[in-house]
Structures are given as C-alpha cells and as structure tokens.
C-alpha cells in the first residue's frame, strides 16, 4: 500500500536506467508490469550475461513476454496501455514508432496516458539517434570534467551520475509529476527524459559557484574534488580508506582535537596553495592507525567522518543495519526500497522473474479472456515460461 498505489503501469523491458525508474515506482505501490522480450533471460541475458534471477533492478513487478514483432503482440500491448496510467521506455529515438508503439498513436487509444522516455542523447538534437553510454552522456554534461584531481585523467563515476541519477531519477520525477498534472486536467503528456540534461541538472550547485567565482577550472582547486584536506579520502596503516569531510570551521577544529593535532597549523585551509602540505600532514596521520581504529575514535562525534566501505561490507555496519538500507532477498544482500514514507511504506515486491514468467497472470488481471489467452500463447505472440 505505497504511495503510488492505484497507479498502473506498463514498463518496456530495458537495462538500466529505465528498469530503475520502474523498480522506484513498483516498489511506491505502484501496479508496474514488465513487457519483456521472449527467450531465455530476456533483454539483460543479452545485454549483461549471468544469471537474470540476481538482477535486481527487476524484482517487485511481474514479467509478460510478448513478442513485438508479431501483430498480435503489437495489440496485446496496446490493450494492456490502453488500460494504463503511465509507461516506460528507454529505446533509442524512434524505435517504439517503428514498432507501432509511438506516443501519437498510444495516446490516441488512452489520452490521459503520461508517456515517459528515458535516452542518452533525449530525443532530439544532433547526437539524438546515436549510440552511447553513461560516461559519454557524463563527459558532455561538464559534470566529468570536474571528477578527479586535475593533474590526471578524469575519474568516471560508475554509471551513477548519468544512468541512474540523470536517467532512472529524472524519469521517475518527471512520471510522478506528469501523473499528478493528469490528475487535474486529464490529459497526458510525453516525460522526455534525457540523461545528458539530467547530468547537467545534478550539475546546478557546481554551475552557482562558478557563476559566484568559487568555482575553478582546475579541479585541485575546488574543495569538493578531493585535493582539499577537509575533502578527502585517506589510506589507514591496513590499507583501506577513511572519508573526512569537515568542511565547517567548527567541524574541522573537532577532527583536528581527536586526532590531537595543532589547529593553528591548519589555520590556512582556505587557501588551495596549502592544501598540498596540510592534506600531507592528515595522511600521515591517518596512516597510523587501522581503519577500524580510526573508526571507534572518530564515528559518533561531528568530525564528519566514515569508513569507505567495500560494497559487500556495507550491508553489516551498524547505521546501515539499524535502517534497514540494505537487506537480504534469496541470499542476495541488495538495497531496501528508498525512500522512506511514514504512513504508506514502500517495500520490496517479487524476486526478479525470468521473461514470461507472470504472461498468464497479467493476461488475466487485466482483462483477457480465457480463450484469447489460449490464442495468443498458441499463436506465439505471448510466451509463458514455467519457473
């Protein structure tokens, strides 16, 4: 009973940022079905390899396996839109036209439809149709130009900043907001969310402090980038890491207490050109001791300091347990649903499904009859697979 509940939608079976936006959505209470590609694993056998069933950007919604080159397929999708709130896809530029699936003609079945397109490029412009990956869409927003110490190459940020926040959060955003319009005024709209605008939307605080003249062209400069002493990550004597970020004067003077260090000598950290010396002094420091060490001195006190965990070893430390923020499905320790609501909770749904694995189901929840169900798994235009 999430906050979306009521809500359907139709999800285009796709990787990454658009299969994020659904999951969100689905686990918000949202009723989201997945039209996947017939065939074993579906679309991410395909595109990612392993195993389908630890996919998790696909658990909590059930799995159709319709077969969109068929025109019986075409129409089964049609009449599962038809009956929609919302949809999602993150196709290139059209390809849901070609199919027969293009927002002109849905929306003509299903006016009060809220249409919402994830891609690199958007949907128009020069680069538009061609192909591309989270760091391209990264590296033209200005957002990768600014990760990472200047004296070397750019560091890209896993598919963080373009796929999933530019991509599966701006979608998501844009659909709940599309959703809400609908509401008063019944007609929907088409949600064109490009990751290369999203990347550069995330970039606005960046883009206030150039525009102040607090923001260099230099990375090494900037206090965000990592080269600042008060904004960094250390290496401890074991040989992991440790993340400081007092930015605050009365934060910094904190730290520099536990560590029983002279804050006189850190008195310049405003200026980048001591940065070097002072960032050299704290690593020396923190190369004294071990990471847990270092953590049962500092953790609780307003020092703004955390371990850098490995990612297997998150899901155990303490703050993390008490929250909830990750929990344990089938064996697969994996992020809880984010974020939190105090009177309709999300929650996780289904594991992630084979392709079809739901097909008879969903038919039947939504309005197919016995015998046009027969037909169409008969004729191969939906495919049911039996776990």
């Known amino acids: 009973m999430g906050p979306l ?8 079976a796709g990787v990454g940022p658009s299969a994020h936006c659904a999951m969100l959505l689905a686990e918000m209470g949202a009723e989201v079905i997945r039209i996947d590609r017939p065939g074993p694993g579906g679309l991410e056998r395909e595109a990612l390899g392993g195993d389908p069933s630890r996919n998790i ?6 799995s159709i396996a319709i077969d969109l080159k068929h025109e019986g397929g075409i129409e ?32 003509a079945r299903n006016p009060k439809l809220v249409y919402g397109r994830v891609t690199g490029w958007g949907q128009d412009g020069p680069l538009a149709k061609v192909a591309g990956h989270d760091l391209n869409y990264t590296a033209l927003s200005g957002a990768l130009a600014a990760i990472g110490p200047g004296d070397a190459i750019p560091v890209p940020p896993l598919n963080l900043v373009a796929d999933m926040g530019g991509g599966a959060l701006y979608l998501a955003l844009g659909l709940v907001a599309g959703l809400l319009e609908a509401q008063k005024s019944g ?4 949600v064109d969310a490009a990751m290369v605008d999203g990347a550069a939307s995330l970039m606005s605080f960046v883009c206030g402090m150039q525009a102040m003249g607090q923001w260099s062209k230099r990375p090494e400069e900037n206090f965000l980038a990592g080269r600042a002493p008060h904004y960094q990550v250390y290496q401890t004597r074991d040989g992991k890491y440790v993340s400081v970020a007092p930015l605050e004067e009365k934060f910094f003077n904190i730290l520099l207490e536990l560590l029983g260090l002279d804050a006189p000598t850190y008195d310049r950290r405003s200026d980048p050109l001591t940065w070097p010396e002072l960032s050299g002094k ?37 703050h993390n347990k008490a929250r909830g923020s990750y929990v344990v499905v089938d064996g697969v320790a994996q992020p809880g649903p984010a974020p939190r609501f105090s009177r309709t909770p999300a929650r996780i749904g289904n594991l992630p ?21 027969d037909d169409l798994i008969k004729n191969n235009c939906v495919v049911s697979f039996d776990p």
């Not at 950007?57 to 059930?62: A, G, I, K, V």
């Not at 999708?77 to 699936?101: F, H, K, N, S, T």
């Not at 007609?187 to 088409?190: L, P």
């Not at 499904?353 to 169900?373: K, M, N, Q, R, Y």
């Open 76 to 107: 089964t999708a049609l009449r599962l839109v038809d009956q929609a709130d919302a949809l999602i896809e993150g196709y290139r530029p059209g390809v849901m036209e070609r199919l027969g699936l293009g927002p002109e003609v849905v929306r």
């Open 187 to 190: 007609k929907g709209q088409i």
């Open 282 to 318: 704290l690593a020396a420091k923190f190369a004294t001791r071990t990471r847990d060490e270092w953590c049962a001195l500092l953790e609780g006190s307003d020092a703004c300091f955390a371990p850098v965990l490995e990612l297997d070893e998150a899901p155990d430390h303490p």
């Open 57 to 62: 950007l696909n658990r909590s919604r059930p």
């Open 353 to 373: 499904p084979a392709a079809g694995t739901h097909s008879v189901e969903i038919l039947a929840d939504w309005g197919f009859d016995g015998a046009e169900i």
């Open 5 to 12: 509940n009521g809500y359907r939608i139709v999800e285009f």
